[in-house]
């Protein structure tokens, strides 16, 4: 299992969760992608993309306006 860490700092929707789609289609299964987010509805954009792309969303945690979001491929 790896673990892929993307910084989308600073970016608004709808770039975080494409980039994150990018990265997602090449993770084996299992393996974890961590994104960190400062775009306030990335927190809904991020349950949406776990629940139709049939990923697990482990985590989400928020401090300080950046938002990490631990996202595990089916």
């Keep these: 299992m790896e673990k892929t860490v993307l910084d ?3 970016m608004l929707c709808p770039l975080p969760v494409l980039k994150a789609k990018k990265i997602i289609r ?3 299964a299992g393996d974890l992608l961590e994104v960190i987010t400062t775009d306030p509805g990335a927190v809904a954009d991020f349950q949406c993309l776990a629940e139709v792309d049939g ?3 482990v985590d989400q945690q928020e ?11 089916g």
């Design 8 to 10: 989308v700092q600073g």
């Design 26 to 28: 090449s993770l084996e």
């Design 55 to 57: 990923l697990t969303l």
């Design 63 to 73: 401090t300080d306006g950046v938002c990490v979001h631990l996202l595990k491929k």
